[in-house]
Structure formats: C-alpha cells, structure tokens
C-alpha cells in the first residue's frame, strides 16, 4: 500500500513540474530566441559577413554597457544612459497619464453629448493619423527645446489615439448593460463608475499598451529630432561621434524598457480580464 502511496506522490510532483515548465515556457523561448540572435550575430562578426565597427558583437556592447562608460559629453553637458533613460522614461509617463485623463474626459463628453461628438470627434479623427514626429517642429517652435516640448509631443501623440479607442469601447457595450441599470434607476454617475468603466476596463487595457508603444516611440523621435535631453539625443549623439557600442547600447535599452512596461501592463489588463 506504501508502495502504491508513494507511486501516486511522484506522479503529482511530476504533474506539478510539468506545469511550472509550461509556464515558464514562454521565458524559455524567449530567451532561446535572443541567444541564437546573439550567436548568430557574433559568428558574422567574427566571419567578416558584419562590420564589427559599425554593428558592435554582444561581446563588445554587453560590457560596454556596464563598463560605466555609456555616455556622451564633458562636465554637466554629460549625459549617461541611466539618467537618459530615466528621464525618458519620466516624460513618457507624465505625458501618457496626461494623454490618457484628456482622452477619457473626451470620450466620456463625445458620448454623452451628441453635439460633441459631431463637432470634436471630426476633429480627432483628423488628428490622430498624423505621425507624432510631425509635431516636432511646431512643438520646438511653440514650448522651446526640452522636457515640455517631449512632453507636449506625447501628449498629442496618446490623446488623439486613445480617444478614438475609448469611444469605439463605449460605442461596442452591450446595451442590455445600460438598459437594466437604468431600470434600476442607477444615477448618471454610478452609469459610468459601475457599469461603463468596469465593461471597457479590458479593452481600455489593451488600448494603453498601444498607446504606450505609441508615447515611446514618440518621445524617441522628438529628442532625436531636436529635443537636445533623453535616450533619443544619447543615441544621435554617438552616432555622431561614431561610438557605435553606445549607439547599440541605447538601442537594446530602448527594447527592453519598452517590453518591460509591455509585461506590467499586460500583467494588469491579465488581472483586470481575470476579475471582470
């Protein structure tokens, strides 16, 4: 009988290995993925099919990376990566948390006043295919070089966006939803706070991350194109003085921190799905 109980306990360990492993399968492959992309690339360096001058191997940007090294400019025009990232990273968020506020208040105004949305929803909609970096000019021109004007470039860059998301979710609801709240004469403010919100909180999720890829991008392309401050100026700057290990660097930093906040948000739009 002992034989038979200890026979059942490995079956359920080995239940429980499999399923750690299938979970862990997607980190698996992931990281399978970029180590042959890394071999890959360092065999062609090493073969002469890559220049290594100008597209640095692993072995070469790896440590360059936290040598201390990764930085351009003297004295306090200095700039390194982490603090490029950082404020990087702090204009997208100021910049999308503001994009997203001014989309929800335009989406919820565009709903429920129909002469709003014949006269502003036109006008996002004119807006929105226009590609972020187009602001640039008239952005520098407006605020001046620096975080405002990344800022300011974000902020048209979500808004517009995220506006027409969120009004295609509202427009999408079911409407038994409406109809049996307002039988059970729910206020106007309990309508969104309870029923509305909560039924697009999914798809406002799924939004975000686009709308967040949307603010990485451009705050890149505004402090590559004049922005003189952030990851995007780093980056133009060594290539400019031809330190291609910096500019690979600032390339790589420019992925993970962008597949980074893609998981956390992911993991959140997981959690809200889960509770809906």
Known sequence: MSDVTQAQHRIVDARRWLLRLRHLQPLLWFALAWTVLGGVWELSVALGWLDGRILPPPSVTLPYAFSGEA????????????????????????????????????????VEQRWLRRL????????APIAPVAWVPFTIAVIGIGGPAAVFVVFLAVTTS???????ALDGMDPQY????????????????????????????????????????????GEMAGINSGLGYLIIMAQQMYNMPL?????????????????????GQRLVAWQS
Do not use: E
């Not at 982490?82 to 335009?106: I, K, M």
């Not at 502003?120 to 807006?127: G, I, K, T």
């Not at 500019?247 to 790589?252: E, R």
């Open 71 to 110: 930085s351009v400019g003297f004295g306090q025009q200095r700039a390194g990566l982490l603090a490029s990232t950082l404020l990087t990273l702090s204009r997208v968020t100021t910049g999308l948390t503001l994009g997203v506020a001014a989309a929800l208040l335009l989406a919820v105004l565009i």
């Open 120 to 127: 502003v929803l036109p006008l996002v909609q004119s807006l």
């Open 162 to 168: 995220m506006t027409l998301s969120l009004v295609a």
């Open 178 to 221: 409406l109809k049996i709240a307002r039988n059970l004469r729910t206020s106007p403010w309990q309508l969104w706070l309870r029923v509305r919100l909560p039924a697009i909180a999914p798809s406002a999720l799924t939004s975000l991350r686009m709308a967040f890829f949307g603010a990485w991008m451009a705050v890149l392309a």
């Open 247 to 267: 500019v690979m660097v600032g390339v790589i930093t420019i992925g993970a921190v962008g597949f980074t906040v893609d998981r956390v948000l992911l993991l």
